[in-house]
């Protein structure tokens, strides 16, 4: 099946900084998610991007298909931000939605 | 607000009781999936509905059963319960297509599950 390796598993920031997240698939995609779980438990979808650029905020998200990876930025960030970031991608057909092991992030006061 | 509901919260259940896990969506989202979420396993696909009236096994089905009666409702239910089905249990759906071509996946805020 297909596979989705997220780097760095762990990382611990400052208030302020900037981060970058990233998402490495196996093979071709038609979905392509990232999601914040929050301390509390509850999955909160950041983006939909199976290729291209989007923006939120503070966050933006770029997925390169071609070469199989995508990134999640986060500038400025805040406390709020901890939690475990997950990237989960979809073949077509498939009926699943395969998720990386997530990146933890501590964002420190 | 449109999203899933999922009931109960939390569930502390004995060995071999029957349980039904809720969920309920008003997105009218034709696919429906349920998701278990295990630490060091990561979240693994449960059982899944293209539409109302279909289902279909996903990687962990065994121990589990769903139903499809309608189409803003999926209901998860355990025969049985075992220890080994402890977890934390998410439901989700997806669109055929939204007006901004945003096919994403929605879930709901999560069931934990004990059973002893």
């Known amino acids: 099946g297909i596979q989705v390796e997220q780097s760095p598993p762990d990382l611990i920031l400052q208030e302020g900084a900037n981060s970058t997240l990233r998402c490495n698939f196996s093979d071709s995609v038609n979905n392509l998610q990232w999601f914040h779980q929050n301390p509390w438990g509850q999955l909160i979808n950041l983006f939909y991007?199976?290729?291209g650029t989007k923006q939120n905020g503070r966050l933006s998200a770029t997925t390169v298909a071609t070469e199989r990876y995508s990134l999640l930025y986060i500038s400025s960030s805040q406390t709020t931000d901890s939690g475990v970031y997950f990237c989960?991608?979809?073949?077509?057909?498939?009926?699943?939605?395969?998720f990386g092991k997530g990146t933890k992030l501590t964002v420190n006061p | 607000i449109a999203g899933i509901t999922q009931a109960p919260t939390s569930q502390i259940l004995a060995a071999g009781r029957r349980m039904t896990l809720r969920c309920t969506q008003d997105m009218r989202h034709n696919a429906m999936y349920w998701y278990r979420q295990d630490l060091g396993l990561g979240l693994r696909l449960i059982h899944y509905?293209?539409?109302?009236?279909?289902?279909g096994k996903g990687e962990v089905p065994d121990g589990y059963s769903v139903s499809r009666a309608n189409t803003d409702d999926f209901p998860l239910t355990l025969a049985s319960a075992v220890p080994s089905q402890t977890s934390v249990y998410f439901c989700?759906?997806?669109?055929?297509?939204?007006?901004?071509?945003?096919?994403?996946?929605?879930f709901g805020s999560g069931t934990r599950l004990t059973v002893v």
């Open positions: 989960a991608v979809e073949r077509g057909g498939s009926e699943k939605l395969v």
């Open positions: 991007i199976p290729s």
């Open positions: 509905s293209n539409t109302a009236g279909t289902t």
């Open positions: 989700a759906s997806k669109p055929e297509g939204g007006l901004l071509g945003d096919y994403g996946y929605t």
